[in-house]
């Protein structure tokens, strides 16, 4: 019973895990589809939503501060920048407890683009100082770089191009280390806007056709749109109301198709400037008011404040002056809430702070790196003298073991030839016995019947019957006939006289000729310009390895034809014996320790030769090649010149 209990809580564990798991999963896709919302803030702010819901029940923090990212920045979208705020110090909140150094960095940089977006720029300083710590403690440079961006603008603001044009040129230079095109884009567009401020107006258009250039290639709508917006800048400061007007209408139609209202807030205000300098002034107070419409909806206060002082110009323009005081009376007061000289002073002290403990830390991390330095450096020096030490040892012991091992392997060497030198003599001894025997054997049952027959045949002789007398010396005259023929080819087997008077070729011809006469097989000899005699040694072991491996055709194969070809080359003797009947496997007769086999190798190492054996027990006929060198075995008084002249 406690087992079954076990088991159903093992289970319903099991399926508990499972469950959470798929949720962690449900919640990681909502964070996703979010995040690819980002062009339609309304599904963007339901899918995190949801994401909220579903982390907070399963409690996954990880998932849950994605999700608080991605509402604030929903609200970010819709100017709403106080609730964007709280929801990135939610999920700022969350990514601390989980001690996510990378998205804290994220968390304090997204918090700093939302101040910056509402015109707080004392926040902006202090979140994006906070943020580049982080980056620059985890060496992430994309992040460095955004920092060091969101720095250059407030004080682009604040009108203090020289230090906007130094923080702007070190986000373009980690952009470009990190080979982000976007990021490289925005660079040179706001470097390019530096330089419009300043009337370095070459400068400027350059990097704006270089912005322009790569939004392009991208295909990225928001940020093309501000670099149009910047050349309608720039072309309005150099007069030319025109051309600014169609740059910033393209940048505003961008701005509508991606539903960015606060940029649509600027190229409005942008489009009543030019308006009213072209004296257009109907159609300058429409952008003005538009601007302040939109500006007022999603909480532009700059924006704001400048639609407000323009459209009070037209109006006084229009000589409206009563309306015209009021707007102008609303600009001044928005003016000193989005920047007075308290603010600025916050701003500088929180950027020297900065950069003091930046400077103080790079002292302590030097004097740190100094004193590891040093250490590293000793114990390098030990690992040197340990590693000496070791690598003399180890080729101390090498060389003995080598030494043994060069001494083992000559041992081995030696009774492995010492080996074979007993086999090559058991093999000469076992044939020498076996040749005797049969050369007994052979005067046993052919010469020694024939002498018996021949002692029946002389006690015959009768003095009184002289013609019985006579048919008695004709049949002895024929047993001595036999007995001759008899002696011949005992005689042969033990050394053909052919092969010693005549050479090589005669003999072996002369061995084939008695084989065909038995009618058993047929045998045929061929030779190419083998002209020389060679050494009895040689000789004999050619004749002896011809006669072995026939022998063994006639015994085993079942052939009808043999063919023997035997060349002589150059430097070298080449013997081909191929016979039609049945093959076999190779590896048996390698691993043979029969005397013929024995006989054969014996003499092939006796004359330097190696052998080639062409069989397989699936089909019929088997090959024979032997290559033996000559040069040694030619006799030298019988030695022929093979050079041809032409």
């Known amino acids: 019973m406690k087992k079954v209990i076990l088991l159903f809580l093992m289970n319903t564990l099991s399926l508990a895990l499972i469950a959470q798991s798929n949720t962690k999963d449900k919640v990681d896709q909502l964070n996703e589809l979010a995040n690819k919302s980002m062009r339609n803030p309304p599904e963007m702010k ?8 579903l982390a907070k029940k399963i409690n996954y923090k990880e998932g849950l501060g994605n999700a608080y990212k991605f509402k604030g920045i929903y609200h970010y979208f819709t100017s709403e920048f106080d609730s964007s705020v709280n929801n990135h110090r939610q999920s700022l909140r969350i990514f601390k407890e989980l001690n996510d150094s990378l998205n804290t960095g994220k968390g304090y940089l997204n918090i700093a683009t939302t101040y910056s977006a509402a015109a707080s720029y004392d926040s902006t300083t202090k979140n994006a100082v906070i943020a580049l710590k982080y980056f620059e403690q985890l060496n992430d440079y994309a992040g460095i770089g955004r920092a060091v961006n969101l720095l250059g603008i407030v004080h682009f603001r604040q009108k203090n191009y020289d230090k906007a044009l130094t923080y702007f040129k070190q986000y373009l230079k980690n952009a470009q280390a990190t080979s982000d095109s976007s990021e490289i884009a925005s660079g040179y567009n706001n470097i390019g806007s530096v330089f419009s401020e300043r009337k370095g107006y070459d400068s400027a258009i350059y990097y704006f056709d270089e ?3 790569l939004k392009e290639k991208l295909g990225n709508f928001n940020n093309l749109g501000q670099s149009y917006e910047n050349l309608g800048s720039l072309n309005s400061k150099i007069g030319n109301s025109e051309l600014a007007l169609k740059n910033y209408k393209k940048a505003n139609a961008i701005y509508k198709k991606i539903g960015d209202s606060r940029f649509m807030s600027e190229c409005e205000y942008n489009i009543g400037v030019e308006y009213r300098k072209l004296d257009k002034l109907d159609s ?4 003005f ?5 939109i500006s007022t909806e999603v909480g532009a206060l700059q924006v704001l404040r400048d639609a407000k002082e323009g459209y009070a ?7 409206d002056g009563l309306k015209a005081y009021e707007l102008l009376k609303e600009s001044m007061i928005l003016s ?3 920047l007075n000289s308290e603010k600025i002073e916050t701003i500088a002290d929180i950027e020297t702070k900065y950069e003091t403990e930046k400077k103080e830390q790079q002292i302590v991390l030097q004097t740190a790196e100094i004193a590891k330095q040093t250490a590293e450096n000793q114990r390098k020096v030990l690992m040197i003298i340990a590693l000496v030490a070791i690598l003399v040892l180890l080729m101390v012991i090498f060389l003995l073991f080598r030494n043994r091992a060069k001494r083992k392997q000559q041992l081995l060497i030696k009774e492995k030839d010492l080996k074979v030198k007993e086999a090559q003599i058991e093999a000469t001894l076992s044939s020498q016995e076996t040749e005797r025997k049969r050369f007994a054997e052979d005067l046993h049952d052919g010469f020694g019947q024939l002498i018996s027959a021949l002692r029946l045949n002389i006690a015959q002789f009768n003095k009184n019957n002289p013609a019985n007398n006579l048919a008695t010396y004709e049949h002895s005259e024929n047993i001595l006939d036999e007995m001759h023929k008899e002696i011949r080819s005992i005689a042969f087997n033990l050394m053909p006289a052919t092969l010693i008077q005549e050479g090589l070729l005669a003999a072996i011809k002369e061995f084939a000729s008695r084989i065909n006469k038995t009618n058993q097989v047929k045998i045929e000899v061929s030779s190419f310009e083998l002209s020389n005699r060679f050494t009895e040694v040689f000789e004999v072991a050619i004749y002896r390895i011809v006669q072995e491996w026939v022998n063994n055709v006639l015994k085993y194969a079942s052939a009808n ?5 035997i060349d002589q080359y150059e430097d070298e003797l080449v013997l081909i014996i191929e016979d039609d009947g049945r093959g076999f496997d190779t590896n048996n007769l390698y691993n043979s320790n029969g005397n013929g086999w024995r006989n054969i190798q014996t003499r092939v190492n006796l004359v330097k030769g190696q052998i080639e054996i062409d069989s397989n027990p699936t089909r019929t006929g088997t090959s024979f090649i032997l290559t033996s060198p000559i040069s040694t075995f030619v006799k030298a008084e019988q030695k022929v010149d093979t050079v041809k002249v032409s």
């Open 284 to 287: 300058a107070a429409i952008h």
């Open 211 to 213: 912005a322009v250039r």
């Open 289 to 293: 008011q538009q601007a302040i419409d």
């Open 336 to 338: 000193d809430s989005i």
């Open 46 to 53: 339901e899918k995190a939503d949801s994401a909220i819901l």
């Open 561 to 565: 034809k043999i063919t023997l070809q």
């Open 313 to 319: 110009k037209v109006l006084f323009m229009q000589k």
